[in-house]
């Protein structure tokens, strides 16, 4: 199968379901590094930023699980979105709780994870893009990405994508695309085939996720909406860290 680098903001939100439903000390600041650098790993056959489009809007993603014994395990999760128009993105969420702030900086070259209630974070020196820069990717490409955080290195497997149209959220026309991945029975000890599914919906105008419904045998179903979106030019302050905060730097490897 071929193997396609994630863009860092779909690799996040792909991720996400995981990340929330992680516990432990050790393995919450292993998966907080992993994520740090996801976000840090901007390396695309296109420049990932996107520049001139700025935002503001809150994401709304909604996770349920189903055990074995029928139990469902529901999360729901808000976020806030910020994008100025130099591409600088800050996402306002929580972890395990706690208030996070992650800024990815393509003018300063770093990617931050900030908690305000103990005024640190952590940092990451961005990798350069692979090529030179091009227009933002289209759904069918976005999908592509996609495809393997829902699953998958596991022989003989299949991500197949169809068009859904176009459709309009939040005033905005939204491309949409289709994607079944499939895990034939035996490849990773499975009995039967493992069905992975994902919609996304992407803002022509904006070039963002504003809708997708992922579907998997091991993180269950979610669900990620944007709204209250406005296209203003959020305040430069949202993408610097504060002077009393301490930041500790990780070395790419």
Request: overall charge positive.
């Amino acid at each position: 199968m071929k193997r396609t680098f994630l863009s860092a903001g779909l690799a996040l939100l792909a991720l996400a379901p995981l990340a929330h439903a992680q516990q432990g000390g050790a393995a919450n600041e292993a998966l907080e590094l992993m994520l740090l650098r996801t976000s840090a790993s901007t390396r695309c056959t296109d420049d990932c930023t996107v520049r001139s489009l700025p935002y503001s809007a809150e994401r709304v993603t909604e996770t349920v699980k189903v055990l074995a014994d029928g139990n469902r395990i529901v999360q729901r999760n808000t976020e806030k979105l910020y994008r100025d128009s130099d591409g600088r993105t800050r996402v306002e969420s929580e972890w395990n709780g706690r208030p996070l702030v992650q800024i990815q900086d393509p003018v300063g070259g770093m990617s931050y994870r900030l908690y305000p209630d103990t005024n640190t974070g952590y940092r990451m020196a961005i990798a350069a893009p692979a090529g030179p820069a091009a227009s933002a990717p289209g759904a069918a490409k976005v999908a592509e990405q996609l495809a393997p955080a829902l699953n998958v290195d596991a022989a003989g497997t299949v991500a197949q994508s169809r068009s859904l149209g176009t459709k309009q959220i939040e005033g905005l026309t939204a491309t949409g695309t289709h994607t079944t991945v499939t895990v034939p029975a035996g490849a990773s000890g499975n009995v039967k085939p493992m069905i992975s599914t994902t919609e996304v919906w992407i803002a022509r105008d904006l070039w963002i996720p504003l809708e997708m419904r992922m579907s998997n045998p091991f993180m269950g179903d979610s669900v990620m909406r944007v709204r209250n979106l406005y296209r203003l030019e959020p305040p430069t302050a949202l993408f610097a860290v504060p002077a009393d905060y301490t930041v500790r730097e990780i070395v790419r490897r």
